[in-house]
């Protein structure tokens, strides 16, 4: 009853390596084949939906969600910081996110 389960959390660490493996070559082939890269980040997220494993805090923010491009902040995206917030834009398809910065209770 449980082999199914089993399976797959010894499958989950070769999932790990692999997303951090497509991770890596999307950052290289950013610059030069964007659409690689976005290819290599959609196989990422592929894997870490049907693993049900995280992806890694590090990459999280450096790709969009929407479009699935690899963020190069100045080429293709704009960070800036705004009332204790980073806001990232993608400029490939305008998509904006906030995320909080500093402390967390600050008064």
Request: aromatic share 6%; glycine share 4%; hydrophobic share 35%.
């Amino acid at each position: 009853m449980g082999g199914k389960r089993r399976q797959q959390r010894s499958r989950r660490p070769i999932a790990k390596e692999r997303i951090e493996i497509l991770f890596t070559e999307a950052e290289i082939a950013a610059r030069d084949d964007p659409d690689r890269a976005r290819e290599y980040i959609r196989r990422a997220r592929r894997i870490a939906m049907r693993e049900k494993v995280a992806i890694p805090p590090v990459w999280k923010r450096k790709f969009c969600r929407n479009c699935s491009s690899f963020l190069i902040p100045g080429i293709n995206a704009r960070i800036r910081i705004h009332q204790n917030r980073v806001i990232i834009t993608c400029q490939i398809c305008g998509r904006q996110w906030r995320c909080p910065v500093g402390r967390r209770y600050h008064r």
